[in-house]
């Protein structure tokens, strides 16, 4: 299974971006998709999961800010950022986890700055 993000980039503070990720090959059962972050000099950290149920899950420092959104149908899972800001600056990645797997994307950078 192999996970391709895209959709960073530079942004203004208090700009939008939409990251977006595809699952290609097999993923068996239900899964759980989600979106994580790294910024440098710190852990990965969680921002946003959707259950296989459909059920969305925040970091409280992005509520209000960000939506996750997936298409089962597509294998994809989506991250629109609005209002985003500098403390935002980090490195996304996708992540995809079943009841005895998980998978990671190569990350996507996103930089907050004027």
């Known amino acids: 299974v192999q996970l391709v993000e895209s959709g960073g980039g530079l942004v203004h503070p208090g700009g939008s971006l939409r990251l977006s990720c595809a699952a290609s090959g097999r993923i068996f059962g239900s899964y759980d998709m989600g979106w994580y972050r790294q910024a440098p000099g710190k852990q990965r950290e969680l921002v946003a999961t959707?259950?296989?149920?459909?059920?969305?899950n925040y970091a409280d420092f992005v509520k209000g800010r960000f939506s996750i959104s997936r298409d089962n149908a597509k294998k994809m899972v989506y991250l629109e950022m609005n209002s985003l800001e500098p403390e935002d600056t980090a490195v996304y990645y996708c992540?995809?986890?079943?009841?005895?797997?998980?998978?990671w994307g190569q990350g996507s950078q996103v930089t907050v700055s004027s």
């Open positions: 959707m259950t296989r149920t459909g059920s969305a």
């Open positions: 992540n995809v986890e079943g009841d005895w797997y998980e998978y």
